[in-house]
């Protein structure tokens, strides 16, 4: 196994390889003048596996473009397996029509790279894991909220309160609350599909005098985050954090959620960013080291 740390996710690659103990393979990657992307792998691949580590958040488009590449180029230097470790797997939240004439973009995404040569897909808390069912080669999707969670453990939010956005991530709330050994719980989320506009409730939620993280998959424009905020400061709570596996955060968001009095985000580098402060390193090299 040769791991090529691809321009998105290059000190995480390089990371995953440090724990691994394997060698990296460089890529020389430059845009022309109109645009295109080039890529070009610098070393010897006959024979191996290759896991390329490229992330695929903002520019989306781009970095799908340069995943493809560089699975292409494994495959046409002699790797007998290509596997794209892609913690953040753009386009994955359209995995179902809703409106007539649509498409399922996790699909199309997925038919893509099986066409330029991956055979197997790891990724980290993607939108809905039954969608990697129906893709055209292995794909897993592993959790590190545990790894979120254990990050506020080592800041000494011992039973911390875990709030999920919605019912339906619940799971997530439940794995943090399972590191934190404190309470959780979740709010009541409806998302308009024309307008994409948040609604949240809240419950009568038992968080008076408590420190509350709020828990979530993605954060991106903020709106979920900043509700839920609100609702736990009318419930009395004491202390607010966020914290994210892929954080977005496009454009002021993090601005909106730190003066909706969130103390601190906290994310991983699944999507580099200045709130990234909890690597997938040792999570994602152990899952390859399990297979």
Do not use: W
């Amino acid at each position: 196994m040769k791991i090529i740390p691809g321009p998105s996710s290059r000190e995480l690659g390089e990371g995953i390889a440090n724990l691994m103990r394997v060698e990296t393979i460089a890529v020389a990657s430059r845009t022309f003048t109109d645009g295109e992307t080039y890529i070009r792998l610098s070393g010897d691949l006959y024979g191996e596996e290759a896991v390329i580590v490229q992330t695929t958040g903002p520019p989306q488009d781009t970095n799908l473009m340069k995943l493809a590449l560089m699975a292409n180029a494994a495959k046409r230097n002699g790797a007998k397996k290509v596997t794209a470790l892609v913690p953040y797997l753009a386009y994955a939240r359209q995995d179902k029509i809703f409106l007539q004439g649509e498409t399922i973009s996790i699909e199309v995404v997925a038919r893509m790279l099986s066409a330029v040569g991956v055979d197997e897909l790891l990724t980290t808390n993607v939108h809905e894991k039954k969608a990697l069912a129906k893709l055209p080669f292995r794909a897993k999707s592993v959790s590190a909220i545990p790894l979120l969670a254990e990050y506020f453990i080592q800041r000494g939010f011992e039973r911390a309160f875990a709030l999920a956005p919605d019912k339906g991530a619940m799971y997530v709330a439940d794995e943090a609350k399972a590191v934190l050994g404190g309470e959780n719980g979740h709010l009541d989320k409806q998302r308009d599909r024309y307008t994409g506009e948040v609604k949240t409730e809240g419950k009568s939620l038992n968080v008076k005098g408590e420190t509350c993280i709020i828990f979530d998959d993605v954060i991106t424009a903020g709106d979920t985050i900043v509700n839920a905020a609100r609702i736990l400061r009318d419930n009395g709570a004491k202390r607010i954090f966020a914290a994210c596996v892929h954080p977005l955060l496009i454009g002021d968001t993090e601005k909106r959620i730190l003066d909706a009095r969130v103390e601190e985000i906290i994310g991983t580098d699944s999507i580099p960013s200045q709130v990234s402060k909890v690597t997938l390193a040792p999570l994602l090299s152990g899952e390859l080291k399990r297979r």
